[in-house]
C-alpha cells in the first residue's frame, strides 16, 4: 500500500463545475504539496501546505493534519485546468525530510 | 517554466547503448534530484546531491550512473539498459535552507526514455 492515496485516479467534469480531489497519507509529515502535470511531463508547484488552508485564484488546498488527509479544489473549473494533479508529502524525521513521497496522480479532464 | 532544463527531451535507445541525460539550473539551487516516473506508478526518487555529493541512492540498478560535477548541472549516464527502463526521466532542484523556497522543490520538463 502506497503511503500516499489520492482519489479519484480520474475525473472528467464539465467546464464550470466544482473539483475536489483527495489525498490520504499515512506517515508522519512536516508539509504536503500540490503538483500539477501537464502532458508533455513537466511539474508544476501549486501548494506547500503544512496547516490549514491555501489559495490560489480559483485553486484552494486544505490540509486536516489529525486526519491526515488533504484535499485540492478547483471552483469554475476551465478546460485549461485538464492535467495530472500529484499530492506528494514530505517526512519529518530527521535526515529525510528533504524527500518527497508522491502519490500516483489524479488525471482531471475538463470538457468544454 | 521553471528554470531547470532537460535535455535530450526525447530519447530512443537500444539496449546495448550508452547515453547521458542532462539536467541543467542557473537558480542557486544546492540539490538536484532524479526521480523516474512510470505509466501508472508513482514518482520515485532515483538519486540526491547535495552541494555536488551524492546523498541519496535509493536502491537504484548500476546501469544508471549518475553525476554531478557542480551544482548547476546533473548527469545520468546509462547504459545497457532494459525495456522496463523506458520511463521519463524528471529532474528537480531545491534551494538551500536559508532561502523562503527551501522546501519546494522545482522540476525540469523531463525526458521520455524508450528503450527498444
Known amino acids: 500500500k502506497n503511503e500516499v492515496e489520492q482519489s479519484p485516479q480520474n475525473l472528467t467534469a464539465q467546464e464550470g463545475e466544482f473539483i475536489t480531489i483527495n489525498c490520504s497519507y499515512s506517515?508522519?509529515?512536516?508539509?504536503l504539496h500540490w503538483l500539477q502535470q501537464h502532458p508533455g511531463g513537466g511539474i508544476v508547484s501549486l501548494f506547500m501546505?503544512?496547516?490549514g488552508k491555501k489559495k490560489h485564484g480559483r485553486l484552494i488546498a486544505t490540509i486536516n493534519i489529525q486526519e491526515k488527509h488533504s484535499s485540492l479544489h478547483i471552483t469554475a473549473s476551465h478546460p485549461r485546468d485538464s492535467a495530472v494533479y500529484i499530492c506528494?508529502?514530505?517526512?519529518?524525521?530527521?535526515?529525510?525530510?528533504?524527500?518527497?513521497?508522491f502519490g500516483k496522480g489524479t488525471l482531471l479532464t475538463v470538457n468544454p | 517554466e521553471t528554470g531547470v532544463t532537460q535535455t535530450p527531451r526525447h530519447l530512443v535507445m537500444g539496449m546495448t547503448n550508452k547515453k547521458s541525460l542532462k539536467c541543467e539550473q542557473h537558480?542557486?539551487?544546492?540539490?538536484m534530484y532524479w526521480y523516474k516516473q512510470s505509466a501508472k506508478k508513482p514518482l520515485e526518487l532515483m538519486f540526491v546531491?547535495?552541494?555536488?555529493?551524492?546523498?541519496e541512492n535509493n536502491s537504484v540498478p548500476s546501469r544508471f550512473s549518475p553525476e554531478c560535477p557542480n551544482s548547476s548541472h546533473l548527469f545520468l549516464h546509462l547504459h545497457t539498459l532494459q525495456p522496463e527502463d523506458s520511463a521519463l526521466y524528471l529532474c528537480?532542484?531545491?534551494?538551500?535552507?536559508?532561502?523562503?523556497?527551501?522546501?519546494?522543490?522545482?522540476f525540469g520538463p523531463g525526458t521520455r526514455l524508450t528503450v527498444l
Open positions: 528537480a532542484s531545491s534551494p538551500p535552507p536559508a532561502d523562503p523556497s527551501y522546501n519546494e522543490q522545482f
Open positions: 506517515v508522519g509529515i512536516s508539509a
Open positions: 501546505l503544512s496547516s
Open positions: 506528494a508529502v514530505r517526512g519529518n524525521s530527521g535526515g529525510s525530510n528533504y524527500k518527497l513521497t
Open positions: 537558480l542557486g539551487h544546492n540539490a
Open positions: 546531491y547535495n552541494f555536488k555529493e551524492q546523498t
